[in-house]
Nanobody, 115 residues
């Protein structure tokens, strides 16, 4: 069983920055691929950023150059640094872990960007 606990969301003005954190427990964290998804009202959940166990990263086009995903295996934590935030980044952000074939989710963290 894997538990994911997110923190760091909130309200920020356009152009501002936030950093999301996701602390994982219950599994060999360093061997798991991790990701951040988001879901805006009335829209489907989308993958925002992904990081493999080896540290390779990928991003949805809309956040490239603005968001950075990273991981600290010593702390069992994955981060999402979000810069130059835009109102369209407003959503609930979810941490995700893939352990073997099992998908695990955090409870979600609201990010609101005001214009």
């Amino acid at each position: 069983q894997v538990q994911l606990v997110e923190s760091g969301g909130g309200l920020v003005q356009t152009g501002g920055s936030l950093r999301l954190s996701c602390a994982a427990s219950g599994s060999a964290f360093s061997r798991n691929a991790m990701g951040w998804f988001r879901q805006a009202p009335g829209k489907q959940r989308e993958l925002v950023a992904h990081i493999t166990s080896g540290g390779s990263t990928s991003y949805v086009d809309s956040v490239k150059g603005r968001f950075t995903i990273s991981r600290d295996n010593a702390k069992n934590t994955v981060y999402l640094q979000m810069n130059s935030l835009k109102p369209e980044d407003t959503a609930v952000y979810y941490c995700h872990a893939l352990v073997a074939t099992m998908h695990y989710w955090g409870k979600g963290n609201q990010v609101t960007v005001s214009s």
